[in-house]
């Protein structure tokens, strides 16, 4: 639970950095050279090594993937699967098409609105001060590429601190919020 709390959030905060040492040291055609090759390699280790988790394909886990659901390594790492037996008729899955709209009614509900639109201005605001702060260094304060992404070295290292100290209390306000929701419907 830590570490999706601070990595979804120091994530923002990193690629800066990163950035700005490419574009500093070979240019800015590096970055997209850098994503090119990390996304491909992502790509590849997804395609190997990540098993199926939906639901309705492998249900609670107990029925093994196939076909283009399988990955490459699957049968090197799959337990040895047990047969059904033959007298029992197998279940045709049905397909589910969620639908979005349903959940918007959740955003006005009185306990989740609570949460959810202030902590949606605060991380609009967040977002808003990542977006711009590069461009206003560069212009205002005359920093190099490199100088401009360390300047988001302390919104990453807030976002780790913030969730070390209020990861776990978000995390049982969040259950307790669905437990009240639960008991409403």
Not at 155 to 178: E, M, P, Y
Request: glycine share 6%.
């Amino acid at each position: 639970m830590l570490s999706n709390l601070s990595s979804t959030n120091t994530a923002p905060s990193v690629g800066p950095i990163l950035g700005g040492a490419l574009a500093a040291c070979k240019g800015w055609r590096w970055i997209f050279w850098f994503l090119t090759i990390a996304s491909g390699v992502c790509l590849i280790f997804v395609t190997l090594f990540l098993p199926e988790t939906a639901r309705n394909v492998v249900s609670n886990g107990s029925v093994p993937a196939t076909g283009v659901h399988k990955t490459v390594f699957s049968p090197l790492t799959a337990p040895p699967s047990q047969e059904r037996p033959t007298d029992q008729p197998t279940v045709a899955r049905r397909w589910y098409l969620p639908k979005p709209l349903n959940c918007i009614y959740l955003l006005f509900h009185r306990n989740a609105s609570a949460i959810i639109f202030p902590f949606g201005l605060f991380y609009m605001t967040y977002s808003c001060i990542q977006a711009s702060l590069s461009s206003l260094f560069l212009q205002l304060y005359r920093f190099n590429e490199l100088q401009s992404g360390l300047v988001y070295l302390p919104f990453g290292v807030g976002c780790v601190f913030s969730a070390i100290l209020v990861g776990k209390d978000s995390f049982r306000l969040l259950k307790a919020l669905a437990l009240s929701l639960t008991r409403v419907e």
